[in-house]
């Protein structure tokens, strides 16, 4: 029994949807917590901020599965292609 992924092959279009997405979101909620951090210290409003910004971080980790475990899957069934024979794969 063979083990299939989800993503069977690269795709330009989904490769760019999920990593570039994927990176430009997460770098917008990285400003975003950026941005909180340094109105909590200039504004002495830690509790809000302070709140706000963890609850990006908490983003920022599942976010971060989007394009890595894009790049993962991807990499995983590479692997798994170059140790089957080609007539496996017909």
Do not use: K
């Amino acid at each position: 029994m063979q083990l299939t992924s989800p993503i069977s092959r690269l795709r330009q279009g989904d490769a760019l949807i999920q990593v570039g997405g994927g990176s430009a979101l997460l770098a917008l909620w990285i400003v975003y917590i950026v941005c909180c951090i340094y109105l909590a210290i200039a504004e002495r409003r830690f509790r809000s901020l302070g709140i706000a910004a963890l609850w990006a971080i908490v983003v920022c980790v599942y976010l971060w599965q989007c394009p890595v475990g894009y790049v993962q899957d991807i990499g995983a069934n590479q692997d798994r292609t170059e140790l089957t024979s080609p007539s496996e794969h017909q």
